[in-house]
């Protein structure tokens, strides 16, 4: 059952975590008592840990796998406005990549920030598919080729677009993965309406986190359609019954750095 620990020497009675909890769940502190979930509550916590990070004495431990509490350094994290302005500013798709492999350790890295994106009543329905291998990269391309095949003189309304992609693909330029030595896919339970979003918002985390650590990615938008919608694809790639694709994102390490930032259109911004 979950539930608070609570160290009454640190304990300060301050009452924050009764208002930092999400679903309001713990009755704060009096004189004789220390913060408390009543028994009858407890099943509603959703377990998003804030009772804990915003404890300022550290009294307070969540019992959800206590052992694995990460310590957060004074001053870790902080990163100055316009560092964070050049840094998201000169994010950018990237399609071409040296053929050298992200090592799987920097990936679980990249990933495993990506774990503290926000997902709907912090339901972390996320799960990932890593196609590591880049033969097997290239495979879901024409995978993604025969898909376009299947829309050529449809009613779908990339049917005119895909003979564009086809042609160049079939005479040896890769249009659909870029070269890209790896892939990622999210999928997410079927079924879960939120789940989309959380997912999009993972791998928004990837994609911000990517260039930090020196990996280049571009949002796989042909892979993606054609995973949602030709079912030998989600087969080839395993995606468990119940599950579904979310979206996928090829990346590798960049061929070339970056110099400059490109213009974008002007904000569009209604105040009310
Ligand atoms: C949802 C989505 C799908 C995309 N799919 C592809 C794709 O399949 N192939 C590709 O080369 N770029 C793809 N892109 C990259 C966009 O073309 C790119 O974000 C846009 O041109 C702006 O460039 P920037 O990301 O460098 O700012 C996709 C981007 C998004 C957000």
Redesign the pocket.
Known sequence: MTTILIDQDLCTRCGICSNACTMGLIDPADENTLPKIPDAKAGMCIHCGHCEVFCPSQALLLNDRPDEKLHLPAGAGTIAPDAMGYYLRK???V?RFKKDPVPKEKILELLDIARYAASGGNGQPVKWIVVHDPERVKKIAGLTIEWMKTLVNSTHPMSGYVPMLIKPFEAGYDV?C?GAPHLLFAHIPEGNPIAQTDAIIALTHFDIAAPAFGVGT???????MATMSYEPLPKELGIPAGRKTA?AMMFGHPQYKIYGI?RRKPLDVTWQ
């Open positions: 994010r950018r798709s399609r659909i870029r571009c949002w796989a938008g042909f892979v993606a979206y490109p």
